[in-house]
């Protein structure tokens, strides 16, 4: 199912607030947007954002954000 644009902005800054942190909703946000169809704009501008982090938080974040980071470019 297709997502508003209004949709897609808020996924964006739940990327954007996820990074760095060092909590459990790192988990929450890469599972869940893994889900979704995203316009091709907004998974480059998730490309870019996860790429240009200079701190993914702990371990098991990174991986998440990693593991969203391939799925986002497979996806392209």
Same mark, same amino acid.
């Given at each position: 199912?297709?997502?508003?644009?209004?949709?897609?902005?808020?996924?964006?800054?739940?990327?954007?607030?996820?990074?760095?942190?060092?909590?459990?909703?790192?988990?929450?946000?890469?599972?869940?947007? +893994?889900?979704?169809?995203?316009?091709?704009?907004?998974?480059?501008? +998730?490309i #870019?954002?996860?790429?240009?982090?200079?701190?993914?938080?702990?371990?098991?974040?990174? #991986?998440a954000?990693m593991?969203?980071?391939?799925?986002?470019?497979?996806?392209?």
């Amino acid at each position: 199912m297709k997502i508003s644009k209004n949709e897609a902005t808020m996924y964006i800054c739940a990327v954007r607030y996820g990074l760095s942190r060092r909590t459990y909703i790192t988990g929450i946000i890469t599972d869940y947007l +893994m889900t979704k169809e995203l316009p091709e704009r907004d998974k480059k501008v +998730m490309i #870019r954002d996860i790429k240009e982090c200079e701190d993914y938080g702990m371990d098991m974040d990174k #991986r998440a954000w990693m593991k969203l980071l391939k799925y986002l470019k497979k996806d392209l």
